[in-house]
């Protein structure tokens, strides 16, 4: 098993300029998680999705869009970025809510 | 809104010298709380989840535990290979997501 899986593993971006980010799970989780990672911050949810088909909004949804059309990816898009979305991004999945595995992030600069 | 405060920020241990690691919480109801160790550059692992006042869980040199107001994880005659930043997280018993503390991290010299 790959466990939890996230691509691109680094990204630079301009302000303005859009990307995705692809998670990936192959251990049949129903929830799936985004997360950013800031110094002294801690973990904070951006979205996430408790089954296919669904998502809903986390601490700090805002200038982030996801989707879930297949169980097994969950899919974190920034439309236009900031530089206050130079952050690690870390996506996570479980079988219940609870603990989760996590991926091995994203690190995005946006200059 | 769900809080966690975990202290110290930073911790500095001689190999083999023991110490604790807190994490003060409040919440709406807990349905656990979870550690997680993460080392530099990668993503958090899960370590282990409490659920009630007085459980204990522990594995090889790290133990666990928990009351109604915090968590203290226990690193007994730590080595080299236990520096990392500790984590810890807590569910609502209403809730979906998991709040996260700042984290600890933890040097320990050989």
């Known amino acids: 098993n790959a466990g939890v899986t996230q691509t691109p593993k680094f990204r630079v971006l301009k302000t303005g300029q859009s990307m995705t980010l692809l998670c990936a799970q192959d251990m049949n989780h129903e929830y799936m998680y985004w997360y950013r990672q800031d110094p002294g911050m801690g973990l904070r949810l951006i979205h996430y999705?408790?089954?296919?088909?669904?998502?809903a909004k986390g601490e700090v949804p805002d200038g982030y869009n996801v989707s879930r059309l297949k169980k097994q990816n969950f899919l974190l898009g920034l439309e236009s970025a900031a530089p206050s979305q130079t952050s690690v991004y870390f996506c996570?999945?479980?079988?219940?809510?609870?603990?989760?595995?996590f991926g091995p992030g994203t690190r995005l600069t946006v200059t | 809104e769900d809080q966690v405060t975990q202290s110290p920020e930073a911790l500095r241990l001689q190999e083999g010298e023991s110490s604790s690691l807190n994490c003060s919480y409040t919440v709406s109801g807990l349905r656990g709380l979870f550690w997680y160790r993460q080392d530099p550059g990668k993503g958090p692992e899960f370590l282990f989840t409490l659920y009630s006042a007085g459980e204990e869980k522990e594995k090889e040199r790290l133990k666990a535990t928990l009351t109604k107001k915090e968590s203290f994880l226990h690193i007994t005659a730590p080595k080299p290979e236990d520096s990392a930043t500790y984590l810890c997280a807590v569910q609502a018993a209403n809730d979906y997501k998991l709040s996260f503390g700042a984290g600890t991290t933890v040097t320990v010299r050989a």
């Open positions: 999705s408790v089954g296919e088909g669904t998502t």
């Open positions: 996570a999945s479980s079988y219940t809510s609870g603990e989760g595995s």
